[in-house]
């Protein structure tokens, strides 16, 4: 274990600011996680979501795509299906993402200067496989793997 997993477990200990952490790929076969061990970079690939946490009060969804693209949506206020909204409520960025040891460092391109857009990560730590993101006041934000669906 790593210094930085070791502080998120302590942390989650004693600052109580945590969410189970499931490994994304908990139903992948043996034979699978062997094949990706030497590129873990492809278990990562698709899309993230972590919920209001921290300061954050609003949904965060993260997709990861194969050769490095970034896109992400933060869903501040979105407007309700089969409404017309004259605001839609959503923040969209693009960028770059690479996996660096333990962290995946994140490369905004587009949206990050736009106000009063909300403040984006520079990178997101990574616990037991699953990308996390430490807020301002300290809270641990654990993102889940969703389907395209569930976005």
Same mark, same amino acid.
């Given at each position: ?56 009060? +609003?949904? %965060?969804?993260?997709? =990861?795509?194969? #050769?490095?693209?970034?896109?992400? @949506?933060?869903?501040? !206020?979105? $407007? ?39 403040? +984006?990560? %520079?990178?997101?730590? =990574?616990?037991? #496989?699953?990308?996390?993101?430490? @807020?301002?006041?300290? !809270?641990? $934000? ?10």
């Amino acid at each position: 274990m790593n210094k930085s997993n070791a502080a998120l477990l302590l942390a989650c200990a004693f600052g109580g600011a945590c969410e189970t952490v499931t490994p994304p790929d908990a139903n992948v076969d043996a034979e699978t996680l062997a094949a990706t061990e030497d590129a873990p970079e492809e278990r990562l690939i698709g899309l993230w979501r972590s919920d209001a946490c921290g300061s954050r009060t +609003f949904a %965060r969804v993260i997709r =990861l795509d194969d #050769g490095g693209d970034l896109r992400a @949506a933060d869903r501040v !206020a979105p $407007c309700p299906a089969r409404q017309d909204c004259p605001f839609r409520g959503i923040y969209d960025r693009s960028g770059k993402w690479a996996l660096d040891d333990d962290r995946i460092v994140l490369d905004v391109e587009s949206g990050i200067s736009a106000s009063p857009r909300p403040a +984006f990560p %520079r990178d997101l730590e =990574l616990f037991a #496989g699953v990308p996390v993101e430490r @807020a301002e006041n300290g !809270a641990v $934000c654990v993102y889940r793997r969703v389907s395209e669906d569930a976005s």
